[in-house]
């Protein structure tokens, strides 16, 4: 008997996906969290290498979340304290409280976003899980990873290769001007956009980069994306990489957790739980990318897939719940998720599913021809609502507010 896979269509909210919280954090003891007000936001970000902020909405219908995340960074701050990283400050703004503040942030307070200020750069969003221990990781990668990678040996070259997320390359002389600014562009993206920087004349050519100064912006399963010549510092080439990085079909990771699930992208999600290197799993990630490949471009909707053997293993459980469906043993599942309801329906399949099929439902959800059913809410400390496009449209003074979704203000 064939083995029998799940095709999901579901709406929910970005929090009953992506937060959960995680369990034996009596160890950690808290520490201070710096309250920021727009007399002393400034000031703080730029006299300090690193500041994370979380903006809290105030709304008292959030009150269990937002002091559930309150809660999380001060054990962030006890973290970093342990581990002797004086470099990093965690600080909240009390959005009700300073609206010129958020006005002139260009930030979004009703998503609650908690993004990252360097003194030096353009901030960031930051997209993984709201938990003490996800956060203090990723403050020790950003901290810890080397902005830039050398590709200048077979080695390297082979390691540059194998991965397989996306990741940016160029072919750029030591000690030259571009030099300079593809690292500080690089820094913005650590650790979820490695950058590499390839010297050698021979190996340049090898990754089709045809001369100094020829840079690629590389997904998986797509062609790469060469930068314009227009880019010339490391602003326009942040704005570049953000403007470029929806993938056609990309691999769901905790760093970039909140992104993937949230309305970021697109208000919809086509989602696949699957092992590639399973017999059943390779035959249905073939389907995956074919469909992938038919809504490229697409803008009502992207896709994402789950190695369940991945650092997102975690979650499963979570979502199990959400969807009331196992998706702990599973080993292929499909999903459509839009972002905008709190709704799903589920769709039998075999291992034998044609992409035609796959193609055939989705454009029926979308038409509205299936009903759907509603999600089971999670408990009351995960946090309700999604990211929006707004959430990177914070525009420079005198700058079009309608620029790219990677402009932001600096302070």
């Keep these: 008997m064939g083995a029998t896979v799940l095709l999901v269509m579901a709406v929910l909210t970005v929090s009953q996906l992506c937060w959960a919280q995680p369990e034996g954090q009596q160890y950690i003891p808290r520490g201070a969290v710096l309250e920021l007000t727009e007399k002393n936001f400034v000031k703080t970000v730029q006299s300090n290498p690193i500041t994370l902020v979380s903006f809290l909405s105030g709304n008292p219908a959030e009150a269990n979340y937002e002091g559930y995340l309150s809660q999380q960074l001060e054990y962030v701050s006890g973290i970093m304290t342990q581990k002797g990283i004086s470099e990093v400050k965690i600080a909240t703004v ?9 006005k002139q942030l260009g930030v979004q307070a009703e998503a609650r976003p908690v993004m990252l200020f360097r003194s030096s750069s353009m ?26 990678r050398m590709v200048s040996t077979k080695a390297e070259k082979k390691r540059y290769e194998d991965f397989d997320f996306a990741k940016f390359v160029a072919y750029v002389e030591p000690g030259s001007k571009m030099e300079k600014w593809f690292k500080l562009a690089a820094e913005h993206f650590v650790p979820v956009i490695p950058f590499f920087q390839v010297t050698d004349k021979k190996i340049a050519k090898s990754l089709r980069l045809k001369k ?19 880019i010339a510092d490391e602003r326009s080439l942040i704005r570049f990489v953000y403007t470029n990085r929806k993938q056609a079909l990309m691999q769901v990771r905790m ?35 074919v469909v992938a490949k038919h809504f490229a471009g697409n803008k009502s909707l992207h ?14 459980p979570q979502w199990t719940k959400t969807f009331g469906e196992d998706l702990t043993t599973t080993s292929a599942a499909f999903g459509f998720i839009s972002l ?45 609502g999604a990211a929006t496009e707004e959430d990177f449209d914070i525009p420079e003074e005198g700058e079009d507010s309608t620029a790219s979704e990677a402009e932001r203000t600096e302070l």
């Excluded at 992208?265 to 073939?286: E, I, R, T, W």
């Excluded at 896709?303 to 499963?316: K, R």
């Design 94 to 102: 009390a959005a009700v409280k300073y609206p010129a503040l958020i």
């Design 123 to 148: 901030p960031q969003e930051y997209f993984g899980q709201r938990t003490a221990e996800g956060i203090a990781g990723y403050l020790s990668e950003v901290i810890t990873t080397k902005a830039v």
């Design 212 to 230: 100094t100064g020829a840079a690629l912006f590389v997904k998986p399963n797509e062609k790469a994306v060469p930068i314009p010549s227009n």
């Design 255 to 289: 760093v970039e957790l909140h992104l993937t699930w949230s309305g970021v992208m697109s208000p919809n999600l086509v989602l696949a739980v699957v092992k590639p290197k399973s017999d059943v799993g390779a035959h249905l990630f073939g389907t995956l990318k």
């Design 303 to 316: 896709l994402a897939w789950i190695n369940p053997d991945s650092d997102v293993q975690p979650m499963l």
């Design 340 to 384: 905008q309801q709190n709704k799903h329906v589920w769709l039998d399949v075999n291992k034998d599913v044609k992409p035609k099929q796959v193609i055939q439902w989705i454009d029926d959800v979308l038409a509205g021809k299936l009903e759907l059913k509603a999600t089971a809410r999670p408990d009351d400390t995960t946090p309700q």
